[in-house]
Nanobody
Framework: VQLQASGGGLVQAGVSLRLSCTASGRSKYVMGWYRQAPGKEQEFLAAIDRSSRRIEYMESVKGRFTISRDNDKNSVYLQMNSLKPEDTAVYYC?????????????????WGKGTQVTVSS
């Protein structure tokens, strides 16, 4: 599976961005988003299962970020609202067979290349 993320950019604080990630092949995986800020460890942001019934968020982005997916388009999205300078990071999408792997912090089966999000104050 190849994952291609897009939608990053340079924005001012307070605005919104929507990241997209398209997977090659069938949408049979649990999908999620991570980010890595300069000098910091990679952190889990959100995950969504195949049916969109189970969704998990990192506590600090709850209420601001929304994950969704369109299985017909083999895509997962991350709507990010009220962006803050501390959201500046490279954002990665990931795919795995198990929802629990995202929740438990296990290694992901597939990673996409990141997309840079820079939020200026």
């Amino acid at each position: 599976v190849q994952l291609q993320a897009s939608g990053g950019g340079l924005v001012q604080a307070g605005v919104s961005l929507r990241l997209s990630c398209t997977a090659s092949g069938r949408s049979k995986y649990v999908m999620g988003w991570y980010r890595q800020a300069p000098g910091k460890e990679q952190e889990f942001l959100a995950a969504i299962d195949r049916s969109s019934r189970r969704i998990e968020y990192m506590e600090s982005v709850k209420g601001r970020f929304t994950i969704s997916r369109d299985n017909d388009k083999n895509s997962v999205y991350l709507q990010m609202n009220s962006l803050k300078p501390e959201d500046t990071a490279v954002y990665y999408c990931a795919a795995d067979d198990y929802y629990s792997d995202f929740v438990d912090g296990e290694a992901m089966r597939y990673w996409g290349k990141g997309t840079q999000v820079t939020v200026s104050s």
